[in-house]
């Protein structure tokens, strides 16, 4: 946990989709601190026409590359999150040549009792994590 929603343009190949998961999932583990068999990661992907995502004003140039990121977590320290955007940003770059600039991220916040990870059991809750 957190549970990752990647939002895309469709067009994107197999390879390039594990290189994105898999750089996502290392900035969740480094800025997060969770174990790296934490991973919980579903692909949107989206005609053009059916996605918009314009720069709020802040004329952040946008391309097909964009990938919004949705993060489902219980609360996280403000200096987690933006160790997570910088992170993030800086990995996509790197390993997938996806630009910061074509990146956004939103959180969704909530609580342990909102969380069963199998078993009909609130893990969160029993203490089991």
């Not at 969380?115 to 059991?121: H, L």
Request: charged share 30%; hydrophobic share 35%; with cysteine.
């Amino acid at each position: 946990m957190p549970l990752l929603k990647f939002h895309v343009h469709t067009g994107r190949t197999t390879e390039e989709m594990g290189r994105l998961l898999d750089a996502a999932h290392g900035a969740m583990v480094r800025s997060f601190a969770v174990p790296e068999r934490d991973r919980y990661q579903i692909v949107h992907e989206h005609e053009a026409s059916h996605m918009r995502a314009l720069d709020t004003g802040l004329d952040i140039p946008r391309t097909e590359r964009f990938v919004l990121v949705e993060v489902v977590s219980r609360p996280r320290p403000r200096e987690q999150k933006l160790s997570f955007y910088a992170n993030l940003c800086t990995d996509l770059r790197e390993q997938c040549g996806i630009e910061p600039s074509d990146v956004m991220i939103a959180f969704m916040q909530n609580t342990d009792d909102d969380w069963s990870f199998g078993d009909g059991r609130a893990q969160f809750v029993t203490g089991e994590l």
